[in-house]
C-alpha cells in the first residue's frame, strides 16, 4: 500500500457503531479567548455529518495547545465544543476527561445524533509518548476509528497512531483530501512539477530539496534560505541570513540538480533594507547585496522569473514565503508568487502556514486546487518521510 493511501470512510460500517474521530481543533483563540478561526472546525463537518446520517455516534478526540501532560485549565475545549454545536446545527456533548468510568457512562447515556467531545487528549502525558496504554484506553470508547487529523499525522502519539492498532479503521474526508492532494503532487504529477520553497532557515527545508530533487522538474528558492545558497556560490549578501555550517550541503544540493537535471532557481536580485524593521530603507539590488545590507524579499527581476516557471508548470506545491510578507515593503514577492499560483493552470498545492497565511490574506484561497491544513505534516511529506498517522489506518 502506497504510504498516500489508506481505508477509506465508506469501508467503515457505522449504523449503531460508536465512531472515534481523531480531528485537529488546535485552533487560534482571540485575548478573550473566542476563537478567531475555525477553519479546521468546519474542515471536519463533511466527515461528522456521514457519521450521523449513517446512524453511527461520533466520538471526537482532539488535542489544543501545549500542556506538556499536564491540566490547564485555559486549554480546555469548551470553547471548541460551543462553536462545533454552532456548526453541526446538532447537540454536542463536551466531557471533562478523555478516558476513564466516568467517560464511559457518558458516552453510553449520549442521546442519538449527539456528537461527543472528549477533553484535550494532551492532558495525558502519555499521549505524546505514544504510550500503549493509554491508547488501549482510548480505543476501548469505540467500535471503530476515524483518522481526520492531517495536521497531527506526522505525530506519533496515542491518540493518532495509537487507536488505529486496536480498532477497524479509516480515513475521514478530510484526510482523504490531504493523501489525495499529496498524491498528485508525489506519486503521478503532470509535468512540469515546481516545487516552490521559501522561510527563513535552509536547515529547516534542505532534507526537503534533497527530496525533491528526485521528483520535480524545477525548484525555486526564495526567503531568508535562499542567501545561504547565494553565499555557497560566493555571492556576497550582506548582512543577510545565513547558516554557515550549511553552505557545504547547499553546494551538495546545487550539485546534485545539476546531475539530475533540475532547474534549482536562486533570486537574481532582492529588496534590502538597511535594518529589519517596516520603515527601513530599502533598496533593490542583486545579485549581491552590500554590506550593511539584508536581503528581505526577492525583487523584480526574480519575480518575473519566478512568474514564468510557475505560469509552465502543469503541477505546483508552495511551502514558504519569498520574503517577510508580514511586512508591506517586502511583501511583493510572496503576493506575486500566490498571484501566480491562483492564475496557474496546473494542480496547484499550498501547505506550511506562512504560505497558507498568505495566500488567505490575499483572498486568493479559493483559486488554489488544495490547501493543506498540516504545515508539519505536508513538509515531512515532501521529505519523504512516512506520516505514522496515516501508516497506521492501513
Known amino acids: 500500500m502506497s504510504t498516500l493511501k489508506a481505508p477509506r470512510l465508506e469501508s467503515l460500517s457505522l449504523e449503531g457503531q460508536r465512531v472515534l474521530v481523531r480531528v485537529d481543533f488546535n485552533v487560534p483563540l482571540n485575548e478573550q479567548g473566542a476563537i478567531r478561526d475555525d477553519t479546521r472546525i468546519r474542515a471536519v463537518l463533511p466527515t461528522l455529518n456521514h457519521i450521523l446520517e449513517q446512524g453511527g455516534h461520533p466520538i471526537c478526540l482532539c488535542h489544543f495547545g501545549r500542556p506538556q501532560g499536564e491540566v490547564v485549565e485555559a486549554l480546555r475545549v469548551d470553547p471548541i465544543a460551543t462553536r462545533l454545536q454552532e456548526l453541526l446545527g446538532s447537540p454536542v456533548l463536551k ?160 550539485a546534485k540538480a545539476a546531475e539530475r537535471g533540475v532547474k534549482l532557481l536562486l533570486p537574481l536580485d532582492h529588496v534590502a533594507a538597511d535594518r529589519f524593521a517596516a520603515d527601513a530603507d530599502t533598496q533593490v539590488c542583486g545579485p549581491g547585496i552590500p554590506v550593511g545590507w539584508m536581503g528581505l524579499d526577492i525583487g523584480p527581476r526574480t519575480i518575473e522569473l519566478y512568474v514564468a516557471a510557475v505560469a509552465e508548470a502543469r503541477t505546483v506545491v508552495w511551502n514558504g514565503p519569498m520574503g517577510v510578507f508580514e511586512m508591506e515593503a517586502f511583501s511583493a514577492g510572496t503576493e506575486a508568487v500566490g498571484q501566480a499560483l491562483a492564475d496557474c493552470e496546473g494542480y496547484t498545492v499550498v501547505g506550511g502556514g506562512d504560505s497558507v497565511a498568505a495566500v488567505g490574506g490575499l483572498g486568493l484561497a479559493s483559486q488554489m486546487s488544495h490547501i493543506s491544513t498540516g504545515g508539519g505534516a505536508s513538509l515531512e511529506l515532501l521529505e519523504g518521510k512516512v506520516l505514522p498517522g496515516i501508516e497506521a489506518l492501513g
Not at 96 to 110: D, F, H, L, P, R
Not at 160 to 172: D, K, N, Q
Open 95 to 254: 466531557l471533562g476527561e478523555s478516558t476513564g468510568a466516568a467517560v464511559v457512562q457518558a458516552i453510553e447515556g449520549a442521546e442519538s445524533g449527539t456528537t461527543v467531545l472528549l477533553e484535550n487528549v494532551r492532558f495525558h502525558a502519555g499521549e505524546t509518548r505514544g504510550d500503549e496504554e493509554l491508547a488501549r484506553a482510548y480505543a476501548a470508547l469505540g467500535d471503530c476509528f476515524v483518522g481526520e487529523a492531517f495536521g497531527a499525522c506526522h505525530r506519533d502519539h496515542a491518540s493518532v497512531s495509537g487507536i488505529p492498532r486496536f480498532l477497524p479503521s479509516a480515513a475521514g474526508r478530510l484526510l482523504e483530501k490531504e493523501m489525495d492532494a499529496f498524491a498528485r503532487v508525489l506519486d503521478n504529477p503532470e509535468r512540469p512539477l515546481v516545487a516552490i520553497l521559501g522561510g527563513a532557515k535552509v536547515s529547516d527545508k534542505l532534507t526537503v530539496i534533497d527530496h525533491l530533487l528526485e521528483q520535480v522538474d524545477v525548484i525555486l528558492v526564495g526567503g531568508g534560505m535562499a542567501y545561504t545558497f547565494l553565499q555557497s556560490q560566493g555571492i556576497e549578501v550582506g548582512d543577510s541570513l545565513v547558516e554557515p555550517e550549511q553552505l557545504e550541503l547547499c553546494r551538495s544540493a546545487e
